[in-house]
């Protein structure tokens, strides 16, 4: 016993020693901050796409490519986690992280050089406009630095609204396209029970993260556009309950309430009970992403089908704004996540870092990366090139299990380097549902306004934007729940109450952005 | 007894009772070294509620601002209500969920079937080992406004509207209290029945011979024999008022109870950590803290006066 477990010793030192003999070969090794989305079967660390870069990126260059997990809904907790204390990976990205504040207090590394020297791919892809969000000037000489790389959005669109196709042919109705005639469906498929006894015509709830983000595709539809002005709606880009005319789209929650047309349990975040009603046909409506009911993850659409036979999903757009005559639909801004080098990455593994960004924005490398190998990811190439009769990730084998947006992250959706491409591959993936999610796209991508953000950090924001978050979370509980004689005088109270956690200072310092033109993003009533 | 045992105890060099019992105190390196790591070195920490932090440049190089997190953080309207919550349901959670493992502890006692004993002491122990996620998801099935309560309750035809156990402030306070005293009074009656088994059997037989029933054996007898258990007990719970878990409110809680279910934890978690200001996370941690112990001593303090052994 004693013997074996001297020789396993000595085993694990000439190993060990072996590994220290390899990085003074000129071996690096590049840790990857990479989203793991939890899908059954699947090991991030150990997948087909880590096989691919390895061999054909890693060993040529000699570099030793680890893929580190980080749970892609709490990705900017790890990470300012990490950060802080000094272990994040060698290559970040992040969504929600505090990228301001980690430029601010000094923990990122200038990519000016490494890009320029490493990554003439990498910056064609992304181009000059794009690059320029991720710069500002640290060191007060006047010249910006690149402190982060912002990935390029293939699609901007961002909401879909959805009703039941059979439901509207059961009542004889047409497609709602305002809200008056919203409510009547509702109202209708509420009392002839269309759902059976559990029917739940709009399915809602509160989103506790950023309770507003859902809800003012709803309430801009009440706002008073004549009323307001381009600096306003910049100053409220957090706090559009504040917005002229915005009372009247809770009301209009608080009303459909009361007739029982949303979900009781509304603020309890019943994620479970709110599936559950969409795919199992008791929900008459709902608001998701362009392509969320025929999606991977959570089909909607495949799992209403096999409990109702019969019964579809498509889109709709019933949010009109009668003082635009619009139905305006919020859009991303051009980029999408942030990629970061930590100040604590090593000089080698930086240089390692921005070879592999610049290697993935490599058409060939980028197309692998993203869809995988035919005969296993998807059936056959179209004409064009792009890849359909695309397989279901319940029927790839584990390690081909790569969510595709997430492993070629200087790309934020499927890129085949040609718009009309880009846009036609936005629906191919969808084997069977080409159409319903080419319509869906058509109408997110209808009067359009892109996401407003602003370009310096606003310290009132970086205090209080969670507080007044929860407050608004609290807010929409009461004005939507209260009984309708007191609607006002809870609304009232409610705003004020925002005001005093915080909001005052936030639209002050997004009023003060606003007038010194740092934000991006656009005003959906500029005449 | 306590006093007898320090006046014949002789007072010996360290030196010798190190050579006799090294092993003891061989065997206490790891526990110190524990307190040390996990408990002590990470109280230099605090220094960072006194700093304007910069995660990057450390605690050390921080720019120090005085008691401005504390100001800051001690305006936002937000900390009162989390506050006064933070009491108030330790409070009733102690009013309610401290008398129940001993009732629990005294029941079982008296269990006689060994095996009736042992299953029903498993399962009173088992919601303890249940992580809060498990049981916010169980408690979401059971008493949501869909959930199996209401729903049962209505098709019976008993409700008209559903009982808001988790929307309304009043009825969510009482459902989250309930719900902690049936999570931890199994596993709180570890300590009771330790110290019932530790009373002289001859007193039980004594009581018995002179007539007394079940009732009153168990108040003259088993009580006073586990009161120092449950003082101590009681001392300690006091010193925990002003923290609060964060997974349990967390988890129940939802923006419709708000105001109810908002406690320093959450606040913490809202304020300072999902902000990445960990300055001001920090300064309400020590506040608590601060207040924790002054609260221990008091406690302590009062318990001495009424002539029971404190903790210390």
Known sequence: MKKLVSLFLVLALALGMMSFASAEDGWVTLRVETYDRDTPGFDVTDCWQLKYAQENFGDPNKIKLEFISYARWTENDLLVNDMAGGTAPDLCMTYNAPVQQFINDGGLRPLDDLLNEYGPDLKAFIGEELLSYGQSDQDGDGVKEQWFIPARRMSVANVGNFIRKDWLEKLNMEKPTNIAELTEYLRQAKAQNLGGENTIPFSFGIFAQDPMFNVRRITDAFVDFNQVTEEDWFALAHNPEMLPGAREGFRWLNTLYHEELLPEGFATNDDLATDTALTQGYTGFFSQQPDQPWRDDKNYEVELEKAVPGASWETVNPFLNESLGKHLHDVYSANGLSIIIPKTTSDEAAVAAMKYLNWMAIPENMFMLQNGIEGINYGRLTEDGIPTDVVNTENVPNDHKMHAGDICFIANGLCFFDDVKNAAALALKFTGYEDEVRDSYVDAMTDTWTQIAFTTEVEAATDYDATVKSKQAEFLAAVISCDADQFDAVFDAGIEEIKTVGATEMIEGFRAAYQAGTYRGTFPGAK | ?312
């Open chain 2, 1 to 312: 007894m306590a006093k007898q045992a320090t006046e014949i105890k002789v007072h010996q060099p360290l030196r010798v009772s190190l050579a006799r019992d090294w092993r003891l105190y061989f065997m206490m390196i790891l526990p110190v070294t524990f307190y040390i790591l996990f408990c002590y070195k990470p109280m230099l920490g605090i220094i960072i509620a006194f700093e304007k932090f910069n995660m990057f440049k450390g605690m050390w190089a921080s720019e120090w601002v005085g008691f401005k997190n504390f100001e800051f953080v001690m305006r936002m309207p937000d900390f009162k209500v989390a506050l006064t919550n933070t009491l108030w349901l330790n409070f009733v959670g102690l009013l309610a969920g401290f008398p129940v493992p001993i009732i629990l502890a005294i029941m079982l006692n008296e269990i006689r079937a060994v095996k009736v004993k042992k299953v029903s002491q498993t399962l009173l122990y088992l919601p303890h080992f249940l992580s809060w996620i498990i049981i916010g998801g169980m408690v979401l099935q059971i008493f949501a406004p869909s959930g199996v309560v209401n729903t049962a309750l209505k098709r019976w035809g008993w409700i008209e509207k559903s009982i808001p156990f988790l929307t309304e402030g009043v009825h969510w306070q009482t459902t989250y209290t309930l719900v902690g005293v049936w999570q931890s009074m199994g596993w709180g009656t570890i300590l009771y029945l330790s110290a019932i088994t530790g009373i002289n059997m001859e007193l039980f037989e004594a009581a018995k011979i002179d007539g007394a029933n079940k009732m009153q054996q168990i108040w003259h007898v088993t009580l006073p024999g586990i009161r120092s258990t449950i003082v101590v007990l009681l001392i300690l719970n006091v010193g925990q008022m002003m923290n609060i878990g964060f997974d349990r409110p967390f988890v129940l809680g939802n923006p419709q109870v708000q105001k109810y279910c908002d406690v320093l934890s959450t606040f913490v978690y809202r304020a300072g950590i999902k902000n990445s200001k960990f300055d001001r996370a920090t300064a309400i941690g020590l506040f608590q803290s601060v207040v924790g112990l002054i609260m221990i001593s008091t406690a302590n303090l009062i318990t001495k006066r009424l002539g029971e052994e404190g903790i210390w």
